[in-house]
């Protein structure tokens, strides 16, 4: 599946949180990267709030690379919005819904190249690359990433970690202080375009300060 569609399929299971919600939207992406040859694993503090965590195993033992991203939301009041929060609206080359720009489009646009890359036969030569999608990053991540270095650490243990925001360092998953190679990215929309274009202009966002 493709980004684009694999972003409205995401953006239709609603996981505001709180409550979060996430398991059906994060089993959803776990059966298309279980058939394309992806190990993956549901790990939860409490069962409705999972966490995926996939891998594609290297040839040889080196360094891992995660990229980690969250499938909660904000909240969204429908009467604010132009088109359903969670219709996932294609519309004029633009894709509506709460979570289209933090962080759904980079949990689709991650998801659809592990699976292309996966289904080409690719694996990496050394280390692992991983795909870790966290429940509750919008609240803590008390369920979500939190929990996981604390009590999964071997789970998602990398060494290095692409995720949403700024560069800079990040010791939590990698154990020691490390560059956090991520693109800044600018949000404040509430629509994606497949095209790649940010769209910053100032509709209900979950991003308030565009950076
Ligand atoms: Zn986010």
Known sequence: ??????????I???????????????EFLKGMLDDAGWQTELLAKVP????????L???EPGPNLALISHVDTVPAKPEEWTHDPWSGDLEDGYIWGRGALDMKDQVASETAACLALAESGWRPAKGDLLLVVAADEETGAHFGAQWLCAEQADEVRCDWVVNEGAGKSSTSMTG???PWPSVKRVRSGSRWSPTGSQVTDRFPGSETTPS
């Open 48 to 55: 409705e709030r999972p966490n995926l965590v996939a891998r």
């Open 57 to 59: 195993k290297g040839a």
């Open 12 to 26: 239709r299971f609603n996981t505001v949180n709180p409550p979060g919600n996430e398991g059906e939207a994060l």
């Open 176 to 178: 020691a202080s490390s």
């Open 1 to 10: 599946m493709k980004a684009p569609e694999l972003l409205q399929r995401l």
